[in-house]
Structure formats: C-alpha cells, structure tokens
C-alpha cells in the first residue's frame, strides 16, 4: 500500500529541487533537460502510475471514493483523500515545473534578464497560471523589440 504523506513529502521535495535548480543555477543544456526529465518527467511518471493504479483498483485506496470531475462535489470529494490530494498536487507540480521550464528558456531566447525572470519564476512555482500570466504581458514587447516574435 501506498503511503501518501509521504510521496506527498517526495514529490514536494523533488519539485523544489528542479525549481532552486531552475531559478539559482546556470542553465547549462544537461541541466535543463535534468529538470525536463528527472523533474518533470519523474513527476508525470508518478503521477500516471498512481492514477492509473488507483482507477484501476491496482492501488487500494482504504479511503474509498470513486472519481468524479462532473461536479463541484465529485472533486472536491476527491481532493477529501490523501491519495486524491496527492495525485491532484502532483498535477499541479508537473504542470508548473513544465511552464517554468518554458519561461526560463524563453526568457534566454529573448535575452530577459535572469533577474526580471527569477521572480516570475518564483510566482509560477507559488501561483502557477499567475506567474504564467505576468510573464505572457512581459514577453509580447520583449520579444517584438528582439525581433523574436514566437
């Protein structure tokens, strides 16, 4: 059986490694596709392997509940389990590292500096779709004024 705090804790801990990594560190080619695949590759893998295994019955979840994303209540009670917040927040995880993957290779196509990048980066890595909403409004100029328009 799974325990679910803990890979809580894990993917946690894995997420905040790739985005210090991505933020702090010089954006050598192996790194980045470290964070593209240990990161957030590793984390889709989990991801799908527990959602998979949890739909499916190969993980038994004692909590019980089944899936359903049809109403407020369907999710909300799936997001009620340690297993449902677990798997929801490491949706979350991957889907934010990927964008910010995104924005810090976009950014040094661009030639933004890594100083305006790093807070957007932080914003994503916190709020996810706010972090990629600031930089969407900060890369359109940038990028007219670079001649990079992509």
């Known amino acids: 059986m799974i325990e679910w705090a803990a890979l809580f804790s894990m993917v946690n801990l894995l997420a905040l490694i790739a985005w210090a990594a991505l933020i702090l560190l010089p954006r050598w080619p192996a790194l980045l596709s470290g964070i593209l695949y240990l990161g957030t590759g590793l984390l889709c893998l989990i991801y799908a392997v527990c959602l998979i295994g949890l739909l499916s019955g190969l993980i038994p979840n004692p909590e019980g509940g089944g899936a359903d994303f049809t109403t407020i209540e369907g999710v909300q009670a799936i997001f009620a389990t340690q297993a449902g917040t677990t798997i929801g927040w490491t949706h979350y ?27 957007i980066l932080l914003a994503t890595f916190m709020v996810g779709p706010l972090g990629l909403l600031i930089w969407l409004g900060l890369r359109e100029p940038a990028a007219r004024r670079s001649g990079r328009f992509r």
């Open 93 to 119: 995880l991957a889907f934010d590292l990927f964008v910010g993957l995104w924005i810090a290779r976009d950014g040094d196509a661009k030639n933004i500096s890594r100083f305006i990048q790093a807070p």
